[in-house]
């Protein structure tokens, strides 16, 4: 079986970093001539996965933005991630879910087993009940080839209260930041897995002072990073390298409104454009 | 308005703390002969809706559950909560939702705008991205009449290692564990609300240990409690004041197993029998 980490590994060595995100909210519909619903939504997404085959690696639908239209927009989120992986895209599905035992198991059956209507390459995970609640997620992923990225220190400045928070809870390593103990629980469980790369990574704000977070490059070794943060929100893909240091090839790089901004005609050139900013961003 | 701490104190009042659990995992759905699917789940979940209606205050279904089943499965919930509203009973939508900005604004509206297909009372709402990310939807929740419940301390062993870590975030109160301060922020934005119980309130599994978690009865004064843990998770309901102390009065308890693995035939007699469980429970 191939993992999530080589097919991840093979789509950046061939098209880059950039990770196009498919974030259909209200205002973006109507700029789009789409109505704010379930189908707005299915058509700027369909329509996004046409501009971005080819032409990135990966793509990472924001759930959200299907789900504030109830079932009939998740039936569309469906059409998106089936449409994208039958081009032959990643599909990372930006969920944020976080629970325990069983309940997390319902959540892995929805995003990540095959025929499941809702089956993606990835999820998005959040570790509030401790990164360890996640461990059997992250395994059933590894088991199916299936790739996850769990929430360790994103950009938005009221993330330091509970990610740099110290641990306190009586292990060895104790007095890590939050942010730190979930990189490296999830990093350990890509040992042993083939490949250069791990399927299972993190999410790190492309924007985020690492260092304060406790991700140091040895931290975030062989394991992939998703990235918000590029483009309209701030980060220059100039700076790949020395944002995210010896890691920097394993980053999935997205950006939504930098691309999604130039509207139905002018989204393929627009992924182009942005594409090409990373190239060579990997050099010294 | 009448706000969701108004509706939720009335319904405790009379019908006492115990919450129905919808939780219709796979094993579930077999040994009440249903088919392990969409169909299945929302058989179950209106079969549960008929037996809670008139005998408790409040239901609480579990999304991933439902979200298994895809697109399908959402639509299930959409008639299983609006099922449960129709027959006068509050539903807490438990999806542990949580992101940031205009994502976060997408969430709070599939959950708690009028008219949404998936309009709950409430939600439970994650905070690994900051408590304080989560302000602007806990604030649409009030403007709404709705509530929402915030995950602070819950009972998994795993959960200590972000829940317990100490708070290092240069702000004047930092120091305090990660589920204190969630508790704090959440509490505060009760302040003013009509009534004695708040619309905004914290998920405490009713087997934590919450003095470790620094979540004493002056932090979670007037806040509602949803209190998974009672029942077949191991609390008993003749400890709710020994467990929540002064603020025992403000909990929802969740059973979900111990009242749906009566079976269809036995549930209606199961929710009477276990909701009297808890009278009397107030009591010194």
Redo the contacts between chains.
């Keep these: 079986m191939i993992t999530f980490g080589q097919r991840l590994r093979t789509a950046l060595d061939t098209y880059g970093a950039l990770c196009v995100g498919i ?1 259909p ?1 209200e205002s973006l519909l109507t700029a789009w001539g789409l109505t704010p619903s379930a189908a707005g939504a299915r058509e700027l997404g369909l329509r996004v996965v046409d501009a971005a085959a080819g032409r990135v690696g990966v793509v990472k639908p ?1 759930v ?2 299907f ?9 569309a ?2 059409d998106v991630q089936a449409a994208a992986r039958a081009a032959g895209l990643l599909v990372i599905a930006d969920g ?9 198991a ?2 892995t ?2 995003w990540l087993s095959p025929g ?3 089956e993606a390459d990835a999820v998005t995970l ?8 996640l461990i059997e997620s992250l395994r059933t992923a590894l088991r199916l080839g299936k790739g996850a990225f769990v ?1 360790a220190a ?1 950009s ?1 400045p ?14 060895a390593d104790e007095g890590q ?2 942010a730190e ?1 979930v990189a490296r629980d999830v990093g350990s469980l890509n040992i042993g897995l083939p490949g250069s790369l791990g399927s299972l990574g993190v999410v790190v704000g492309a924007t985020v002072d690492r260092a304060a977070f406790g991700l140091t490059d040895i931290v975030l070794a062989g394991t992939p990073v998703l990235a918000p943060g590029f483009g309209a929100q701030g980060a220059d893909p100039a700076d790949l390298r020395t944002l995210f240091g010896y890691g920097a090839a394993n980053v999935v790089a997205n950006e939504s409104r930098s691309i999604l901004s130039a509207g139905p005609a002018g989204i393929a050139a627009r992924v182009d454009e942005r594409a090409a900013r990373y190239e060579g961003s990997l050099r010294g």
Excluded: C, W
């Design positions: 974030d909210h924001q959200a933005f789900e504030q239209y109830g079932s009939r927009g998740i039936a989120l469906e944020k879910r976080g629970d325990i035992g069983s309940t997390m319902g959540y059956s929805a499941s209507p809702l959040s570790p509030y009940l401790g990164p360890d609640s929430l994103t938005n009221e993330a330091a209260t509970v990610q740099r928070a110290l641990v306190d809870d009586g292990s930041r939050v103990r």
